[in-house]
């Protein structure tokens, strides 16, 4: 358990539903990722966060996905109108970003299964 | 955009055989993390290699980064079934933000 929790853990749902999931990331750190992995493909960057502040969003990424970190602790990663290509898990990591690197540690992640 | 290869992207090995896998970056990383992922698990944090030429040792795994900081290498000696898994590359963008290259599954036969 590396103190990063996710939830839902697993989410079905039906083409064109919105969903939305959550990250607690380990308290004292400071940055949050989300990434999304489908099988045997590495983490592909989704968006992240220093503090409450989002740096980054992949040009990947459609306009149906966003991401909050309202206060700076917890984020939710909410998808619009779901395709059956949004099918993932959906990996959140959080950081205590330094000098010298940003050791990423993930939470178990949220399974989304789209009809 | 910067890009982080890995090579093989599968490797079965016997078990007590030797492991080693390939990083390569399209850019000088300033450092670069290694990670392993279990069957079903997440990516678990293995080691972070900060400066040209280092070479760290965690029991059977030697992680070396290269001279010019843009390769770096998994060696895992006399591998055992508990090294199953996919290990992952992963460094900082010129904008800070972390990325993942593709990542090699390892199969260790008994």
């Known amino acids: 358990d590396t103190g990063v929790s996710q939830d839902p853990r697993h989410k079905i749902t039906k083409r064109g539903q919105n969903v939305t999931f959550r990250c607690d990331p380990i308290s004292e750190h400071n940055r949050l990722y989300w990434y999304r992995q489908t099988l045997g493909q590495g983490p592909e960057f989704l968006t992240y966060?220093?503090?409450?502040?989002?740096?980054?969003k992949s040009r990947l990424l459609s306009d149906r996905f966003s991401a909050e970190r309202p206060k700076g602790s917890f984020s939710t990663l909410e998808i619009q109108r779901t395709e059956q290509g949004d099918s993932a898990m959906y990996l959140c990591?959080?950081?205590?970003?330094?000098?010298?690197?940003?050791?990423?540690?993930f939470g178990p992640g949220t399974r989304l299964t789209v009809l | 955009g910067q890009q982080v290869m890995q090579i093989p992207q599968y490797q079965h090995v016997q078990e007590g055989e030797d492991f080693t896998t390939y990083c390569n970056s399209s850019t000088t990383l300033s450092n670069i993390q290694w990670y392993k992922q279990r069957p079903g698990g997440h990516p678990v944090f293995l080691i972070q290699l900060v400066k040209s030429g280092e070479v760290k040792k965690q029991k059977r795994l030697t992680f070396q980064f290269g001279e010019a900081k843009k390769n770096s290498s998994l060696h895992i000696t006399a591998t055992q079934t508990t090294d199953v898994g996919t290990y992952f590359c992963a460094g900082p963008t010129s904008y800070d933000k972390v990325i993942f290259g593709p990542g090699t599954s390892l199969s260790v036969i008994p």
């Open positions: 990591a959080s950081s205590s970003h330094s000098g010298s690197g940003d050791t990423q540690y």
């Open positions: 966060f220093q503090n409450e502040a989002q740096l980054e």
